[in-house]
């Protein structure tokens, strides 16, 4: 069966550092993985997806993932953290009917001044 | 239009109450889903409609009762619901309810119920 884990359930970084958010996914069948982000109050967002395409996967907002099937990762990173990105974040993997999302517990990032 | 919009933003209802919450997607998925997300937690599925008929049931209480009147439309329906219902319900959309790298679900801003 599917599943993610999201190491870390809060990150805190300061303005204009690096963001990274852990992810990782077990999978019996190539995994269709997602990123969404919450902002308070509000839905879910997609950021970024893995296609097969291309390892590094480049989303919204100047976020990128990287999927690494030996280590059975897909990180979250952004070179440069705004006050703007804190949020909670959700890693997802599709379950194998293509039903239903699975998600991570969420980390909530913190940028600070 | 890539939108999913649902109301109410927020509910307030009684025990005894009867009420229901609304979605709406136009961009021609074929899958729709309720999800229910507490605090803090990342949401949990609830109900996927495929091609307007239910096709996944998460044992959700009966208190709760999904409709999908055409494509474009989700409903879900309240009565007799528990304080312990109190929660953001999330309604979500996909082209279709099967795998692939391109059916990412798109999310609406939710409805904020608070059930006293």
């Known amino acids: 069966a599917q599943s993610v884990t999201q190491l870390g359930s809060h990150v805190s970084v300061s303005e204009g550092a690096l963001v990274l958010l852990r992810c990782n996914y077990s999978?019996?069948?190539?995994?269709?993985l997602f990123w969404y982000v919450q902002y308070p109050n509000q839905g879910l967002q997609l950021l970024l997806k893995?296609?097969?395409?291309?390892?590094l996967v480049k989303g919204i907002n100047g976020f990128e993932a990287e999927f690494k099937k030996s280590e059975t990762s897909f990180h979250l990173t952004k070179p440069s953290a705004h006050m703007s990105d804190a949020a909670e974040y959700f890693c997802?993997?599709?379950?194998?009917?293509?039903?239903?999302?699975?998600f991570g517990k969420g980390t909530t990032l913190s940028v600070s001044s | 239009d890539t939108e999913v919009t649902q109301t109410p933003k927020h509910l307030v209802m009684g025990m005894t109450n009867k009420k229901s919450l609304k979605c709406e997607q136009h961009?021609?998925?074929?899958?729709m889903y309720w999800y229910k997300q507490k605090a803090k937690k990342p949401p949990e599925l609830m109900f996927v409609y495929s091609y307007e008929k239910l096709s996944i049931n998460e044992s959700v209480p009966s208190r709760f009762s999904p409709e999908c009147p055409n494509s474009s439309l989700l409903n879900l329906h309240l009565h007799a619901l528990q304080p312990e219902d109190s929660a953001l319900y999330l309604c979500a959309s996909s082209q279709d309810a099967t795998p692939s790298y391109d059916n990412e679900q798109f999310f609406g801003p939710g409805t904020r119920l608070t059930v006293l």
């Open positions: 997802a993997v599709s379950n194998q009917a293509g039903t239903a999302l699975i």
């Open positions: 999978s019996s069948v190539p995994p269709y």
């Open positions: 961009m021609g998925h074929r899958a």
């Open positions: 893995y296609t097969s395409a291309a390892t």
